[in-house]
């Protein structure tokens, strides 16, 4: 591959070299932000707003780590977020996986205004249902706790994983099913011993999406947890930042925390969930 | 085993009529196969009788029971689908006992029944594969003997070598003439393919738009079609056919088209429908269109025509020769060499000649 | 660690009471579609399900106000009943019942408070109603005054709506352009063969990967005033350089000057990863073989990107524009963390967070409702109209 380079010259090698500076000169301004929130959280408490720049402080230590841990709840944010979120996944991804199906393999009345139902309900903003949930929330008396946020964010990302769904059941062949039902499975048997489990790629796709979307929000948990206890980590770390600027160090230790497994789940999982992306995207 | 029964079936897709009345009785232990162009609505008969399609209306019954109504999985049936249909996230065992599992059959049965079936297809070092890991005409076993250990009462095929290259469909065909020799069964195989009804069938049921043409035994259906489309379609090359007009006079019957004249033998067609000036077509199988043969016994008079283009098969050859403004197509089993547009006379078999009323292609000859 | 355990229990349970309530629908309607011609289903579908209800509601309301429902419940299970037994007939029993749980939990949790907005908009829920609403229930009526209040009053103390419609427009225009410019100039250049590519890729879609809260607040972090690293680099430029402070670098009030500013770079940060992986994966389907063609045509590099990229781009382009405008149009996320804390400017709110904030900073519900009502209704118009001409466009090729 190198010497296929050389061949075209110097023009070519010049034309490369450029393009690398300007990737790596964008990969840096991707990054630096988490780095610097890397080097800050090593950063010793008495130097914390220092213009210093590099990234291992003189005098890094895991002191802000041990803090977070021992004097906040951050331990317990994440705990909450995590019952939260994956309640709501599984649920989600549950009562998704059934209604894809119908609308995949069988053709009834009401089906096109179903499907057109759950693509005019992406069009509604997120942000503009929080009200009426809140308040139904309210009156229901599950303010500040597991279960409001559970009901608010349980059909939230429910037509996108329908949407995923269905586009993956179509890929998988009618004669399987058939080949069930000749071999003495219902039609739900054949649904359930056979599409389900081939579906796999897809179900987890849908239930990252769904877990991440819950995972990182922050505005539902905002109007209806109050008290620090109940936090999800979200909320949790908007204080740290927020009210005391003295907590910078804790904030920085809390967010790397939190960051580096989203992003290993992330790049790890990336092509299955850019791929389910765009085909969301292009199919709605 | 059992014997199954059509009864007056319907059934269109919306406003589409894809059958149309058709009635079929398969005995037990036979191998029936459908045949015909696609979209003639085999497939849909025979997935009726799998229960996987709703007839509109008629009856279905299987050894005298009657099964339209009931699901798939009450029919005592086994099918082997057209792109095999093989569960990919089972191994080939799991594939071949599901039913069994299914119907909560003892584990040793399972086994044993799976290591027969496994022993017919020669499918014994596969057992651990997955469907992915296997070759098509592997595949093509396994869900025959996915079938085999159901010990169903009828056997279906949906167009089962289709997706096999030419050399592995000959294999199969051989494989599954063979093993119904063994087990013996009553089997309902649909297929577009003539040569397969031909050699595998005990009786063939040649379809059409929604209509059954022609039942019979192979033989039966080659030597006698009932239709020009029946005709038309069973045999390889395809019969010519040629369309003109009857002349009756005194005694002697003889076929026109304005390009050729043909005496027609006595005893060919019937007497009442020996009309003058019925409008008729005629068919000839290409393997009883003699070229430069001497006359003979059972052979018309000469006609002469032009050599358009020929063919070389090896073990034969076509001939595409114009008689006036008819073409016909004689196939020779040796070596005819002669340049294209050379002149060659015709005789034309009368032993298997074939007349068709050209209004409604219902066969007149006797 | 006994509260955490509780906490599951508390999880466990409702989770337990959802696949009851799941299970209760599905035979329902089971009953309803499958057995709807015995002979015995008119008279026990009538006496069981009114009954059930009752008791159902019973513990909620109290055995009388229950029992008074009873007539309402015999009614509305006497039409289910017939119009199962002597219309629907059992006809896609299957689908019904598969899609049943999804649709109840939509229309539970998506259309009915979409239902309810509208109906708090036409009355007054404010800070002082809320708890005689929690109590009794009862609203009092306001017409259509809380959509005058939306056009002719501020929706937050130093902003109107007009401006705030204003100010949406450009923003969302501003970051869905450099959202597909910088994704399109990345994407062409890792489209490259060049080394290390599938390295650089997964640096550059860190800021999509990254949480969006952390990724938010750590940029809200490098835009401040004494601390950040922008203005660090920009004091240290000056301070090297006596020409370039002279020309006006040096460090700015981001936050608190140019907040608006402040959002846009945050945000064009966050969504260029996102439209730079479409377009590469855009690019990449693209056949060689028309780069070849556009060769021996003697094409350049500008008439290629012109005449072959950008028209194969567009397919997998368009859709993702208009994801990513909905999804900038609807961002409270970027601009409520940089600029929501108590005291926060209102400088570079939009319409949606315009609506969080009238809600939840200033608790006017209703007037909220209306305001959510009224920019609903502007993006189904406009929706409405992309749709249309999309399928215009179409309809063209």
Redesign the interface.
């Known amino acids: 591959?190198h010497d296929g380079k050389r061949a075209r010259g110097m023009k070519g090698t010049a034309r490369?070299l450029l393009?690398?500076l300007?990737?790596?000169a964008?990969?840096f301004?991707?990054?630096?932000?988490?780095l610097?929130?890397f080097s800050?959280s090593l950063r010793p408490g008495d130097k914390?707003?220092s213009?210093d720049?590099s990234l291992i402080p003189a005098g890094a230590s895991f002191r802000a780590y041990s803090d977070l841990l021992r004097d906040t709840m951050f331990l317990?944010w994440l705990?909450?977020s995590l019952?939260i979120t994956t309640?709501t996944s599984?649920?989600g991804v549950s009562?998704?996986s059934?209604?894809a199906?119908?609308?995949s393999?069988?053709r009834?009345?009401g089906?096109r205004s179903?499907m057109l139902?759950l693509l005019a309900?992406?069009?509604?903003?997120?942000?503009?249902?929080?009200?009426?949930?809140?308040?139904?929330i309210?009156?229901m008396g599950l303010m500040n706790?597991?279960?409001g946020m559970?009901?608010?964010y349980?059909?939230s990302s429910?037509?996108f994983s329908?949407w995923i769904l269905k586009g993956y059941y179509d890929t998988i062949p009618r004669s399987l099913e058939e080949a069930a039902l000749v071999d003495g499975t219902s039609?739900?048997g054949a649904f359930w011993r056979v599409v389900l489990p081939l579906s796999t790629p897809a179900l987890s796709i849908a239930f990252l999406f769904n877990f991440t979307a819950a995972?990182?929000e922050?505005?539902v948990a905002?109007?209806v947890l109050f008290s620090a206890k109940q936090y999800t980590w979200?909320l949790g770390?908007?204080e740290l930042?927020?009210?005391y600027i003295t907590q910078?160090g804790m904030?920085?230790a809390g967010?790397m925390l939190?960051?580096l497994p989203?992003?290993a789940v992330?790049?790890y999982s990336?092509k299955w969930l850019?791929s389910g992306?765009?085909l969301g995207?292009?199919k709605? | 085993m059992a014997s199954v029964s059509f009864k007056d079936i319907t059934k269109s897709f919306k406003d589409t009529p894809v059958l149309k009345g058709v009635s079929l009785d398969i005995e037990d232990h036979e191998f029936m196969v459908i045949v015909g162009p696609s979209g003639c609505g085999k497939t849909t008969l025979l997935r009726m009788l799998a229960g996987l399609e709703e007839v509109s209306s008629g009856e279905i019954t299987i050894g005298g029971a009657r099964v339209d109504g009931l699901p798939p999985s009450r029919r005592e049936i086994a099918m082997v689908f057209q792109d095999y249909a093989l569960y990919p996230h089972m191994t080939v065992e799991e594939n071949m006992s599901f039913s069994l599992r299914l119907r909560k059959f003892p584990p040793a049965e399972i086994a044993s029944r799976v290591a027969e079936a496994a022993g017919i297809l020669q499918l014994g070092d596969l057992l651990k594969r997955m469907p992915r890991q296997l070759s098509g005409g592997q595949r093509q076993r396994v869900a025959i003997g996915r079938a085999i250990v159901r010990k169903p009462k009828v056997f279906l095929f949906d167009e089962p070598l289709s997706n096999l290259d030419a050399k592995l469909r000959e294999e199969m065909r051989v494989e599954i003439s063979k093993l119904y020799r063994r087990l013996n069964a009553t089997i309902l195989y649909v297929t577009h393919d003539q040569v397969e009804a031909m050699t595998l069938a005990t009786r063939i049921a040649v379809m059409d738009r929604g209509v059954i043409q022609q039942v019979g035994a192979p033989m039966e259906v080659y030597r006698r079609p009932r239709n020009m489309f029946v005709a038309g379609f069973i045999g390889s090359p395809a019969m010519n056919l040629l369309p003109g007009r009857l002349s009756v006079s005194g005694g002697g019957v003889v076929f026109g088209n304005g390009s050729m004249e043909l005496a027609l033998p006595r005893g060919l067609l019937p007497e009442q429908e020996a009309r003058d000036g019925r409008e008729v077509v005629l068919g000839v199988r290409p393997e009883n269109v003699a070229v430069e043969s001497p006359a003979g016994d059972g052979l018309s008079d000469e006609l002469k025509g032009e050599l358009e283009a020929r063919e070389l098969l090896g073990h034969r050859e076509n001939l595409y020769v114009k008689a006036g403004g008819t073409r016909l197509l004689a196939a020779m089993d040796r070596f005819f060499d002669r340049a294209p547009g050379s002149a060659v006379g015709l005789r034309l078999n009368y032993r298997d000649m074939h007349v068709f009323d050209k209004a409604g292609g219902l066969r007149l000859s006797a | 660690m006994p509260e955490?355990l509780g906490?599951?229990g508390?999880?466990a349970w409702?989770?337990l009471l959802?696949a009851a309530g799941t299970a209760a629908l599905e035979g329902y309607l089971y009953f309803h579609l499958r057995l709807f011609g015995r002979k015995w289903f008119l008279p026990v579908s009538l006496i069981l399900f009114p009954a059930l209800a009752v008791l159902a509601c019973a513990p909620a309301l109290g055995g009388q106000a229950a029992a008074r429902l009873w007539p309402w419940f015999l009614a509305a299970e006497a039409a289910a009943s017939a119009a199962s037994r002597y219309l629907v007939k059992g006809?896609?029993y299957?689908?019904?019942m598969?899609?049943a749980?999804?649709?109840v939990?939509?229309a539970?949790?998506?259309v009915?408070?979409?239902v309810?907005?509208a109906y708090?908009s036409f009355h007054d829920?404010k800070l002082s109603t809320v708890l005689m609403w929690?109590n009794t229930g009862r609203l009092p009526f306001a017409g259509i005054t809380q959509y005058v209040k939306v056009f002719t009053t501020s929706p937050l103390s130093e902003v109107s709506f007009w401006a705030l419609l204003v100010r949406t427009f450009v923003w969302t225009f501003t970051n869905v352009a450099l959202h597909v410019a910088g994704g399109f100039v990345?994407a062409l250049?890792?489209n490259?063969?060049?080394?290390f590519k599938g390295f650089?890729r997964?640096?550059?879609?860190?800021?999509w990967?990254?949480?969006?809260?952390?990724?938010v607040?750590?940029?809200?972090?490098?835009f401040h005033s004494?601390?950040g690293?922008i203005n660090?680099l920009l004091?240290?430029l000056a301070d090297a350089s006596p020409l370039l402070e002279r020309l006006g670098v040096g460090p700015v009030q981001w936050l608190t000057d140019h907040p608006l500013l402040t959002c846009t770079l945050i945000n064009v940060?966050l969504g260029i990863?996102?439209m730079m992986?479409?377009i590469l994966?855009g690019l990449q389907s693209i056949s060689s073989s028309y780069y070849d063609a556009a060769e021996i045509d003697g094409a350049s590099y500008l008439q290629k990107l012109r005449y072959i990229t950008i028209p194969l781009v567009k397919?997998?382009l368009m859709?993702?524009v208009?994801?990513g405008t909905?999804w900038t149009?609807?961002n409270?996320?970027v601009i409520?963390?940089v600029t929501g804390?108590s005291g926060g400017t209102e400088q570079a709110d939009i319409l949606?967070?315009a609506?969080?904030k009238a809600?939840?900073t200033y608790n006017r519900?209703s007037y909220?409702?209306a305001f959510?009502m009224v920019?609903?209704a502007m993006?189904?118009a406009i929706?409405a109209f992309y749709l249309r001409v999309f399928d215009a466009a179409k309809d063209e090729r």
Request: proline share 6%.
């Open positions: 591959m490369n393009i690398h300007a990737v790596i964008a990969a301004v991707c990054v630096y932000p988490l610097r929130m800050v914390l707003f213009a720049l317990r705990w909450n019952v309640a599984f649920m009562l998704a059934t209604a199906y119908a609308f393999r069988f009834f009345p089906r179903g139902l309900s992406q069009m509604i903003p997120a942000g503009m249902l929080i009200l009426p949930l809140f308040l139904m309210m009156k706790t597991y279960l559970i009901i608010a349980s059909v429910l037509p329908i039609r739900v995972w990182n922050y505005l905002r109007v979200t770390l908007f930042q927020g009210q910078w904030f920085a967010s939190v960051t989203v992003l992330f790049l990336s850019i992306l765009t995207g292009i709605g | 955490t906490s599951l508390e999880v409702f989770v959802v006809r896609h299957l689908p019904f598969l899609l749980p999804a649709f939990g939509l539970l949790l998506l009915y408070p979409f309810f907005q708090l829920l929690k990345l250049l890792l490259n063969a060049i080394r650089y997964t640096l550059l879609v860190v800021p990967a990254m949480p969006q809260v952390v990724a607040l750590a940029m809200r972090g490098e004494q601390h690293f660090i004091s240290r940060w990863p996102f992986v479409v994966g397919p997998v859709p993702a208009t994801l909905v149009f609807n409270i996320n409520y963390l804390q949606v967070s609506i969080y809600a939840f519900y909220a409702a959510a920019v609903f993006l189904f929706s």
